[in-house]
T-cell receptor, first 109, second 117 residues
């Protein structure tokens, strides 16, 4: 079992829809979590850090559930430009990132 | 720009050739990381430097892989006697490396796409 697991998708949603991704992690020692976005043939870019209390940035909301060991990303009012792969990241120490396989999102016009 | 710079962007090697991939981190970033990303997968950790010290090389797949950062800035990932299974994108990332969540955020370069024929 991979340490960080995501549904690879693809998720095909119409413009304006709300879409949610979950990511589970197996290492209970994981302390820090992030969502990165990766466009095709580009580098991963930080979308959001995930805080215990949950956090929101515009149309994006991230949640952490330590009891069930999962994190989530909610995207509201999807835009065509949101089409990308979303990578879930867990980190148990001060440096080591463990990535999920990524969830592909395609927003359709 | 001020981001992480990697070169070359693309590298084609014949099986058995040695290759060297370069990473220039963000100025002032103490920590530097190498990852390997296979098609359709997330990046997999290879190795970690804090300044010039290689503190973790647990992810290097074999002794054909070697990384260095002699002056605590630019890093080189070397792969000797390349094999077809080495074909992947090699990503470099850097972070400030100080304590605290925000300071440990990793910033990635565009990667080197290695194809071994």
């Amino acid at each position: 079992r991979k340490e960080v697991e995501q549904d690879p998708g693809p998720f095909n949603v119409p413009e304006g829809a709300t879409v949610a991704f979950n990511c589970t992690y197996s290492n209970s020692a994981s302390q820090s979590f992030f969502w990165y976005r990766q466009d095709c043939r580009k580098e991963p870019k930080l979308l959001m850090s995930v805080y215990s209390s949950g956090n929101e940035d515009g149309r994006f909301t991230a949640q952490l559930n330590r009891a069930s060991q999962y994190i989530s990303l909610l995207i509201r009012d999807s835009k065509l430009s949101d089409s990308a792969t979303y990578l879930c990241v867990g980190s148990s120490g001060t440096y080591k990132y463990i990535f999920g396989t990524g969830t592909r999102l395609k927003v359709l016009a | 720009g001020a981001g992480v710079s990697q070169s070359p962007r693309y590298k084609v090697a014949k099986r058995g050739q040695d290759v060297a991939l370069r990473c220039d981190p963000i100025s002032g970033h103490v920590s530097l990381f190498w990852y390997q990303q296979a098609l359709g997968q997330g990046p997999e950790f290879l190795t970690y430097f804090q300044n010039e010290a290689q503190l973790d090389k647990s992810g290097l797949p074999s002794d054909r892989f070697f990384a260095e950062r002699p002056e605590g800035s630019v890093s080189t990932l070397k792969i000797q006697r390349t094999q077809q299974e080495d074909s992947a994108v090699y990503l470099c990332a850097s972070s400030l490396g100080r304590s605290g969540l925000a300071k440990n955020i990793q910033y990635f370069g565009a990667g080197t796409r290695l194809s071994v024929l």
